[in-house]
């Protein structure tokens, strides 16, 4: 088989035989395969074990067929060289361990070199890059500031995002300084992953969604341009995800990504409409439609790539990321229904 670059060529809103797809989390505790090397390795250790996270990452390749790899990791990773404990229990989920923020420590921390700080993440790419090369590309990730700033602040994941509400409105001094910080962190760890070999990156701003659209000019937009204006990005797609994010499509669409992945509670038809021809878009299929029997997912399936329409510039993938509790059979048939209906739709 040839080195399937679909889902390349829609980052680059050139014409495809079929659609492309990949799952978010698409490595994961849905997956036996993954549950029995979990047994053997915590997660923080899976993530910093080169080997064992190329395994993971190719897992849903080899079961699901997705028509492209994202790197095993986690967004907290690039935390710990700042001085965040990070932890993840069973539960809870992360659990992070911030020294108390005020603006003299935080302009004091360093920007940390991820080839020191985070050497096992660069390895997992070369290894991954040598696994793949006759297979799919391999998509590289970060956190957005913002969300970021949320875990460290919050110390986890939380619901109504008060303690970080009101740093950013009590002291907006230490935010911005914060927000500043993990920009810079965060565009060397991701310049850092390219260099390594990411086909492509995705920006993750999961929480973002949770600022009105004034406050997310001020505290997230900004932060992510940051980011973006530091990849040293030559043919290297950006893609830029925020959950929630139907009333703030311009503003994330200006901030100089490739994509925009949105989630499902907008309509794909109108995000095209109102992105115009030159964003690509990737979704957004309900994570909870995976419950759905088989014929009814693949109903869902043909709704999207009708909203998505004929231009091109559409990777198929889930609103969010995939449920611990997914049968995999329905993740397996969301695959296979992509390429069967998008061929039919792309005339092949
Ligand atoms: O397959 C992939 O998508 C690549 C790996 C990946 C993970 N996390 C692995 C993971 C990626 C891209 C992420 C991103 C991530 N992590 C985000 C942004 C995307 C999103 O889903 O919104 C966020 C917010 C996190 C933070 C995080 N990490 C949480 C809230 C949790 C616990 C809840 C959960 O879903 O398990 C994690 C842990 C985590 N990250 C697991 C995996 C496979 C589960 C760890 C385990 O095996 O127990």
Known sequence: MPFNDRF?????????????????????????????????????????????AAEVTIQPLDILGVDAAILFSDILIPLEPLGVGVRFEEKKGPVLEA?????????????????????FVLDTIRVLRRELVDRVPLIGFTGAPFTLASYIVEGGT??????????????????????????????????????????????????????????????????????????????????????GSASILEEMAALGSDGISLDWRQSLAEARERLGPDVT??????????????????ERVAEVLDEAGDAPGHIFNLGHG?????????????????????????GR
Not at 21 to 38: C, D, K, S, T
Not at 100 to 114: G, H, I, T, Y
Not at 282 to 294: I, K, S
Request: glycine content about 4%; charged content about 25%.
């Open 8 to 52: 390349l060529r829609a980052c680059r809103r050139e014409p495809v035989d079929r659609t492309p797809v990949w799952i978010m989390r698409q490595a994961g505790r849905y997956l036996p395969e993954y549950q029995a090397i979990r047994r053997e390795l915590d997660f923080l250790t899976l993530c910093k074990t080169p080997e064992k």
């Open 99 to 119: 020294p108390d923020l005020d603006l003299a420590r935080v302009r004091a921390l360093p920007v940390p070199d991820p080839v020191e700080t985070v050497p």
């Open 158 to 243: 939380s619901r109504d995002f008060m303690k970080l509400k009101r740093l950013l409105f009590e002291q907006p001094d230490v935010a911005h300084a914060l927000l500043e910080k993990l920009a810079d962190t965060v565009a060397l760890y991701l310049s850092a992953q390219i260099e390594a070999g990411a086909q492509a990156v995705q920006i993750f701003d999961t929480w973002a969604g949770q600022l009105s659209k004034r406050d997310y000019a001020t505290f997230a937009g900004p932060y992510v341009r940051r980011v973006i204006e530091q990849l040293p990005r030559e043919g290297v797609p950006v893609m830029h995800y925020v959950n």
């Open 281 to 298: 878009v990737q979704g957004n299929l309900d994570p909870a439609t995976l419950y759905l029997p088989p014929e009814q997912i693949e």
């Open 322 to 346: 995939i449920f611990r509790d997914t049968p995999v059979p329905h993740a397996q048939h969301l695959v296979e229904c992509v390429h069967r209906l998008s061929a039919e739709r792309h």
